[in-house]
């Protein structure tokens, strides 16, 4: 059973800079897909940006159109945590941002895809 843990997050004004984390443990498997996702009130869950770590070829993601460029997720195998840093934050950034990992050799963009989730945290971005 795989525990995602979740920090970061809180309030901060457009144009600022936010990190989140996301510590696994339980892990069995060595090839996996996390992903970060955000759900914004009456929205459907989005992703904002995933990464695979395959240990024979290394590291790919994907982010969303709507954070290109202001999001970065990264990850420390040493610590089992992939982070997800967040700058030029915008308003419609607001959410709750969750964390999500699956035994996976490719990209999931779906989170009916994935088997476990983080606790969520909240993020808002004020004018």
């Known amino acids: 059973q795989v525990q995602l843990v979740q920090s970061g997050g809180g309030l901060v004004q457009a144009g600022g800079s936010l990190r989140l984390s996301c510590a696994a443990s339980?892990?069995?498997?060595?090839?996996?897909?996390v992903g970060w996702f955000r759900q914004a009130p009456g929205k459907a869950r989005e992703l904002v940006a995933a990464?695979?770590?395959?240990?024979?070829?290394?590291?790919?993601?994907h982010y969303a159109d709507s954070v290109k460029g202001r999001f970065t997720i990264s990850r420390d195998n040493a610590k089992n945590t992939v982070y997800l840093q967040m700058n030029s934050l915008k308003p419609e950034d607001t959410a709750v941002y969750y964390c999500?990992?699956?035994?996976?050799?490719?990209?999931?963009?779906?989170?009916?895809?994935?088997?476990?989730w983080g606790q969520g945290t909240q993020v808002t971005v004020s004018v």
């Open positions: 339980g892990r069995t498997y060595s090839t996996y897909c």
């Open positions: 990464t695979t770590w395959i240990p024979w070829s290394g590291e790919s993601t």
């Open positions: 999500a990992d699956k035994n996976s050799l490719v990209i999931q963009t779906s989170p009916d895809l994935y088997d476990y």
